[in-house]
């Protein structure tokens, strides 16, 4: 049942995404404060979205978040309730060619996350979901809320009462920083991967010919997945790192703050030479 609406918007015979496996749905681990499978999906649909996704009762609970996750705490992200999703899909990365969510999805991060609950459901309900991530690039604590009467389009116009409305929040501890952590770590984490990458490996020919002037051919529904592709002007993806994941993470984590001392050290300096200078 909980897949039902996921199923119907798909047709399984032309789309690469798994249809669920109910065994799985029913199975659900991870209960009370145990950690549990989280993912995002960087997704090229009809517009560039990231699909936020966490276990939770044997499927993934998913928000849709137009501007992706943001690890500054002073950012309070939309994140609109969507779907559920099958468990194994949080493991998929590749083209739709056609249907419901044509495009182009991309592992950007997965891990775990551990509820700062005990009951879920009772937060859920609520409206108030408190987190901890544990992924290569999103760690810490975070909170999914949901918004009341947010949302209302023009002065005058009745808010949208609808719940799927909510916020994604990054709470401030030792993870949070002024980095903008969908351009600093754009890629998959599963292939490294640009979304370019990921249609080159299984669509080579619609990308060498999506160009206008290029003869075309081909499918026309992958040939404008390719020209949305092209017009992101990705940046190309770094060799595949040798260094472990989670070192990098920590890295990339750690780069705000030594960035900022970095820059104050520079400030500094001069005013130091100086001071040294007169001295001497
Ligand atoms: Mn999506």
Redesign the pocket.
Known sequence: MALKTYREKRNFNRSPEPAGDDAVVRAGQGKGREPRFFCV?K?L?TAL?Y?FRIEHDGVLLSW?VPKGPSINSADKRLAMHVEDHPIEYGEFEGVIPEGY?AGVVMLWDRGTWTPEVDDVDAALAKGDLKLTLDGFKLKGSWVLVRTKGWGARRPGEKPAEDGKSWLLIKHKDEWAGPIDITTFAPNSVKSNGTFRDILLQEAPDVWHSHRPGAGGGGDAALRKIAEKVAALDEPAAEPPRKAAPKKAQQAAATAPPKAKKAAAAKKAAPTKKTAGRSKA
């Open positions: 999906q997704h649909a979205h699909d849709a969510g």
